[in-house]
C-alpha cells in the first residue's frame, strides 16, 4: 500500500491550516538558547503554597486519585468550586450538576466552544486574544469575529478600553456566542460593571450564549474589581463560567480548570469534554479543593504582590523609553514600541534576546487585524522581584538614551 502525497491531500485539517507553531514556543525556546531572561510566557518562576503542595503530596500517598477521578471531577473539588463562587460572588451552583472539572482552562474553552457552536455560527471575541480561542473556534466549525479593545488614555492612565457599539455591531443574525476574558490577556484590561451591564443586555435582547475565561479573577489591582457575568440579570442561564487553580496558586503545571454553569450548559460542555482528556490531574484537585478554601489573607497577599511586581516592571519599562498600558488585570503589561524608533512587534521581539536578554511576546499574534495589534508588545511580570529588576536593568541599558 503507498502512502498518499502531501500533495495530493494536506495532512494537516484545513481548519487549522493557520495554526503552526504557537509563538509561545519559538520565543522559550529563543529564551533557552540566547540565555535571555524569559518574560514571554505567562508561567510563575515560584511555585505555590507550601500547604497545597503538601496537599498534593499527601492526597499522592493516600491513592488518592491515582486512578481515573470521577468524570465530572472529585466531588471535594466541584464543592470547593461552588462554595468558592458562592462565597465571592453570591453566585448558588450544585456541585454534582452544575460544575465540570476541567484539565485547565484551556480544555475547558476547547470543550465549551465545541459543545455550544455549530458550523458555520459566527463567535464574537475580544481581541486580541488568548491564542487558542481561534483555534477551538475553528475546531468547532464556527467563524471568529474579533472586536478590537483599543488604546485610550493618556500617559500614566493608558489602557485598552471594549467599544460598546462595536460589540453591538459585530453581533448578526448568525451569531451564536460571545466568547469574553475579564481580566483581559493579553492587554490587562478589566470590564467594568457598567461595560458588562451592557453586555448581558445585548446577550440577552439577542438571546446569545456566553463564555466568560476568568482565570486571572483573583488578579485585579488598584480600584478595579472582578463581577462574573453570570451576576447579571439573565446572565447565569445563558452563560459558561471558566476558572482555574494555575493562575490564583502558581501551579500552572497541574492543569486544573472548572467549567460552571447551569445544568442544561454543564452537560453540553461535559458531552464534548469526555472525549478530549476524559480525565486529568486526580491527585491536584483534592489539593486545589485545600486552596480554594484558602483565608482571604492569601488572596489579598497574592494580589498585593503581583501589583507591587507589575509596578517595578512598569517603571523599568517606562525609563527604557516604552509606551505602558497600566493593566488593572492578569500578570502581563503590554507597551508600545514606537518610541523606540520601531514599529514591527514579532520582529522586535524575535532580536529582542539578543540585543537585550530579554523574551517578550509580540502583541500581533493575538489579533485578526495584525495591522492593528503590530506595535504592541506584551512582557510578563509573574517572576521573583529580583529577575525582574535584572529585566528592567537590561533594557534600560539596551534602550534608554
Not at 478530549?276 to 486552596?291: D, H, N, W
Not at 501589583?307 to 517595578?312: F, G, N, S, T, V
Not at 503590554?334 to 512587534?345: W, Y
Request: charged share 20%; proline share 5%.
Amino acid at each position: 500500500m503507498t502512502s498518499m502525497s502531501s500533495s495530493a491531500r494536506p495532512l494537516l485539517n484545513r481548519r487549522l491550516a493557520e495554526f503552526g507553531t504557537t509563538i509561545f514556543a519559538e520565543m522559550s525556546a529563543l529564551a533557552v538558547r540566547t540565555g535571555a531572561i524569559n518574560l514571554g510566557q505567562g508561567f510563575p518562576d515560584t511555585d505555590g503554597p507550601e500547604e497545597i503542595r503538601e496537599a498534593a503530596v499527601r492526597a499522592l500517598r493516600d491513592g488518592h486519585g491515582n486512578q481515573y477521578p470521577p468524570g465530572p471531577g472529585v466531588p471535594e473539588l466541584r464543592a470547593a468550586v461552588a462554595d468558592h463562587q458562592l462565597r465571592r460572588y453570591g453566585l448558588s451552583y450544585d456541585p454534582d450538576t452544575e460544575v465540570l472539572v476541567t484539565a485547565g482552562a484551556t480544555e475547558a474553552i476547547a470543550a465549551a466552544l465545541l459543545a455550544l457552536v455549530e458550523h458555520g455560527d459566527e463567535v464574537v471575541a475580544l481581541e486580541p486574544y488568548y491564542d487558542s480561542y481561534a483555534a477551538c473556534v475553528a475546531m468547532a466549525g464556527g467563524t471568529r469575529v474579533p472586536v478590537t479593545l483599543r488604546p485610550h488614555g493618556e500617559a500614566g492612565q493608558r489602557s485598552f478600553r471594549l467599544d460598546l457599539d462595536e460589540l453591538r455591531d459585530a453581533v448578526t443574525d448568525r451569531t451564536r456566542l460571545l466568547l469574553l476574558n475579564t481580566p483581559h490577556n493579553p492587554t490587562g484590561t478589566v470590564l467594568t460593571r457598567a461595560e458588562l451591564a451592557a453586555i448581558a443586555e445585548l446577550a440577552v435582547e439577542r438571546d446569545l450564549l456566553v463564555v466568560t475565561d476568568e482565570v486571572y479573577e483573583h488578579l485585579v489591582f488598584d480600584a478595579a474589581e472582578h463581577i462574573p457575568l453570570a451576576s447579571f440579570p439573565g446572565m447565569r442561564e445563558r452563560t459558561v463560567t471558566i476558572g482555574s487553580a494555575g493562575k490564583t496558586f502558581s501551579f500552572t503545571g497541574w492543569k486544573v480548570g472548572w467549567v460552571t454553569g447551569t445544568t442544561e450548559l454543564v452537560t453540553a460542555v461535559r458531552s464534548a469534554k469526555q472525549f478530549l482528556t476524559y480525565v486529568a490531574s486526580g491527585p491536584f484537585q483534592y489539593a486545589v479543593a485545600e486552596a480554594l478554601a484558602l483565608p482571604d489573607t492569601y488572596f489579598e497577599g497574592f494580589r498585593a504582590d503581583m501589583q507591587a511586581k507589575r509596578d517595578l516592571l512598569s517603571a523599568g519599562l517606562n525609563d527604557a523609553g516604552f509606551t505602558v498600558f497600566r493593566p488593572t488585570g492578569t500578570y502581563f503589561v503590554t507597551t508600545d514600541i514606537r518610541p523606540l524608533g520601531e514599529a514591527d512587534g514579532l520582529a522586535f521581539c524575535r532580536a529582542l534576546p539578543e540585543r537585550a536578554g530579554v523574551v517578550a511576546i509580540p502583541n500581533a499574534v493575538f489579533y485578526d487585524h495584525k495591522e492593528a495589534g503590530a506595535p504592541y508588545v506584551r512582557f510578563a511580570f509573574c517572576k521573583r522581584v529580583e529577575v525582574l529588576a535584572d529585566a528592567a536593568e537590561r533594557l534600560r541599558k539596551a534602550f534608554a538614551h
